[in-house]
C-alpha cells in the first residue's frame, strides 16, 4: 500500500510541477478570465490546502474502526469532477499579488517530499484526530494523503485551463 501511495504523490506532483513549469512567470500572475484565480495564486492554494500534514499525522490518532479508505471514493466525486466549481474555505484563499515561480516550486517540493516521506514513516490506517473537514467523519493518514492528492489533482487540471486560456493566440 505504501509503494502505490508514493508513486501516486509522484506522479501527481510531476504533472502539477510540469505544468507549473510551462507558465513564464509574466502569466503566471495574470487572471485569464474575471472571476478566476491567477496561476499563482492557484500554486499557493494547493500550497495552503497541503501543508503541515506530518504535523496532523504526529497527532492525536486512533485504530480505525472502518476501512481505512471509506471516504475515498466521495473525495473522487467531489474533488475529480472538474464541472463544478467550488468556493474555497477563507483560510485556503490565497493573497492577491505578484507569486515568484521559484518560491512556489520549492514550497510544492517540500510538500511533495513531506507526503511522500508520511507514507514511508506512519501507519496510514490510523484515523487522525485533530481536524476534520466538514461534512466528513474524521480521516485516516491514507485519505488525508489522497485528499491532498486529488485536490492537487483538481488544480492541476485547472492550471492547465488557465495555460490554454492565456497562451491562445
Known sequence: ????????????????????????EEELNQ??????WTAGQTAQHIILACSGF?????GKTKKTIR??????LQLDAIFLDFSTKMNAPDFLIPEKKEYDKNQLTSSLK?????????AEKYDLTLTCLDFNVPGFEHFT??????FALVHTQRHTYQLNSILKTLTKV
Open 1 to 24: 500500500m505504501k509503494t502505490a501511495v508514493q508513486k501516486n504523490i509522484v506522479e501527481t506532483y510531476l504533472k502539477l510541477n510540469e505544468i507549473l513549469s510551462s507558465f513564464s
Open 31 to 36: 487572471i485569464p478570465y474575471q472571476g478566476s
Open 67 to 72: 476501512k481505512y479508505d471509506d471516504n475515498v
Open 141 to 146: 493518514i491514507f485519505e488525508w494523503i489522497h
Open 110 to 118: 517540500k510538500i511533495e517530499s513531506e507526503l511522500f516521506e508520511s
Open 54 to 58: 506530518p504535523k496532523l499525522f504526529a
